[in-house]
């Protein structure tokens, strides 16, 4: 059977995204705030890779900042994602 991944994070779930940015020999650190409304997978590549684009994939969060803005991040190793506060139980 294949695995199906697991979601890491509940919708509804609010939380903070560090990422660093490399240009050259330079580094930025870029961080915002959220609730995340649901996590993916995107396809890595494009039309030069063929049939390959569709088999390699990163995984993706989507998350709605406090104005409303909707933000979609591709997540790899370098992706802190901290826990602000659990997402919030029907009841």
């Not at 890779?49 to 997540?75: C, F, H, N, P, Y």
């Amino acid at each position: 059977m294949i695995p199906i991944p697991q979601p890491k994070f509940t919708p509804g779930t609010q939380v903070r995204v560090v990422q660093f940015v490399r240009v050259g020999h330079r580094r930025w650190k870029t961080h915002f705030e959220g609730v995340v409304e649901k996590e993916g997978v995107r396809p890595v590549g494009g039309i030069e890779m063929g049939g390959k684009a569709s088999a390699i994939r990163q995984d993706t969060i989507r998350i709605r900042k406090a104005d409303g803005e909707i933000t979609v991040v591709a997540l790899d190793e370098n992706t802190d994602i901290e826990v602000l506060a659990p997402a919030p139980t029907a009841g």
